[in-house]
């Protein structure tokens, strides 16, 4: 695999995050055999939000393999409290690391970081946008406890408009054949206009249902998400969210017997606790998948990571975006990034149309 980040899974090719998944496997049957895979090499966390298993799993990939760990999990005790902005931290953590893995709450930062960053970078989460390795976890498990990646009916639940896990995982799961998506939310949370127009653009079968009863006996996945509380205008439109959907033993009397539970997690109260001993259940054995899946996928980009440069960005129009949780607008020097799709100006960075 050649130099390069990832910001959004679509920078792999399907052979690529075959080839990842497959490694993946192996790791999990021979650990000791990558045991100094990447011995001398140096991962950086950046992470401007908070983290559990994404941080660690990340650090623990790194560790198993060889290699050492830098990082930032606050930002408070960082130079960003000094007025640094997001290219001079990232140029600088670039000329440490031989990795970055950054998280933030500003959608499209992870791309912003790319465009200075000496080192390649990975995208651990922007805001309400985009979370690839969180993808990459689930095809894993997906793999690994399903057996397959096609012909899926998968029913996604709870916050689908800020769930970035979510919008990374339909993205990805829309080019395997004969994926159904069934998405459970109130209208409020549905999915960004954006997914749904991918959804069409692959041709995939999909439906919104308000009813986690009504869709769950026809499931081969259920994804659950909790509602993210820390993406709300108030706290007011918050309370009006939580609680709606919430999985517990009695819905899954009507779901099939080899349906698989998955959940990005943390969770908050959108599963109970008597469904972690159901079989079905197996969010905590993905967060482990996770490791594994990270493990691979440091070793296929550092693999020929030497040399690498960030690719030279001029701004391409004079529009800017309006998104006010969009990385352009905080640090207003980045270039201006706009693509035209069927008619419309799409922020480069943040997905959303323009005017
Ligand atoms: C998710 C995230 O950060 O988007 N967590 C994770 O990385 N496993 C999901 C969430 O926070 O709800």
Same mark, same amino acid.
């Given at each position: ?15 690529? =995050? ?6 993946? @496997? ?30 660690? +799993? ?19 005790? +960082?130079? /960003?409290?000094?007025?640094?902005? =997001? ?7 670039? @000329? ?5 893995? #950054?998280?933030?709450?500003?959608? @499209?930062?992870?791309?912003? @970081? ?6 390649? /970078? ?26 397959? =990646? ?10 689908? &408009? ?10 990805? #799961? ?5 994926? &159904? ?5 109130? !209208?409020?949370?549905? /999915?960004?206009?954006? /997914? ?60 099939? +017997? ?41 070793? &296929? #980009?550092?693999?020929? +990571? ?15 975006? &309006? ?6 607008? =905080?640090?207003?020097?980045? !270039? ?20």
């Amino acid at each position: 695999m050649k130099a390069r980040n990832l910001i959004d899974l679509d920078d792999f090719s399907m052979e690529e =995050l075959d080839e990842i998944v497959t490694l993946a @496997g192996d790791i999990i049957k021979n650990p000791k055999n990558y045991a100094h895979a990447c011995d001398g090499k140096i991962l950086a966390t950046v992470f401007y939000e908070p983290s559990t298993r994404t941080q660690m +799993s990340f650090q623990t990939a790194m560790l198993r393999l060889g290699g050492s760990i830098i990082g930032i999990d606050n930002p408070a005790g +960082s130079s /960003i409290t000094k007025g640094e902005n =997001l290219k001079d931290t990232i140029k600088i953590i670039g @000329g440490y690391a031989d990795i970055i893995v #950054m998280r933030t709450a500003l959608e @499209g930062a992870a791309k912003a @970081g790319s465009i200075y960053s000496k080192c390649p /970078i990975i995208n651990a989460g922007d805001g309400g946008h985009l979370h690839p390795t969180q993808t990459l976890t689930d095809v894993t498990t997906l793999s690994f406890e399903l057996g397959r =990646l096609d012909n899926i009916t998968i029913g996604l639940c709870g916050d689908l &408009k800020y769930g970035r896990t979510v919008h990374s995982l339909v993205k990805c #799961m829309v080019k395997y054949k004969n994926n &159904k998506f069934v998405f459970i939310s109130t !209208p409020e949370l549905t /999915i960004p206009d954006y /997914i749904r127009e991918i959804l069409d653009e692959y041709g995939c079968e999909y439906s919104f249902v308000d009813n986690l009863n009504d869709a769950i006996p026809e499931l081969d996945v259920l994804y659950m998400t909790r509602i993210q509380r820390e993406r709300f205008e108030t706290q007011e439109a918050y309370e009006k969210q939580k609680g709606i959907f919430v999985l517990d033993t009695e819905k899954l009397k009507n779901a099939r +017997s080899d349906l698989k539970i998955l959940h990005p997690l943390p969770r908050v109260d959108e599963i109970t606790d008597e469904v972690d001993y159901d079989p079905r259940a197996i969010y905590f054995k993905q967060a482990v998948y996770g490791m594994y899946a990270r493990m691979a996928l440091i070793m &296929k #980009m550092l693999e020929n +990571s030497e040399g690498y440069e960030p690719t030279r960005v001029y701004s391409n129009s004079e529009l800017k975006c &309006k998104n006010p949780k969009c990385v352009t607008v =905080l640090e207003p020097y980045l !270039p201006t990034l706009v693509i035209e799709k069927d008619g419309k100006h799409v922020c480069e960075y943040c997905d959303k149309t323009i005017g």
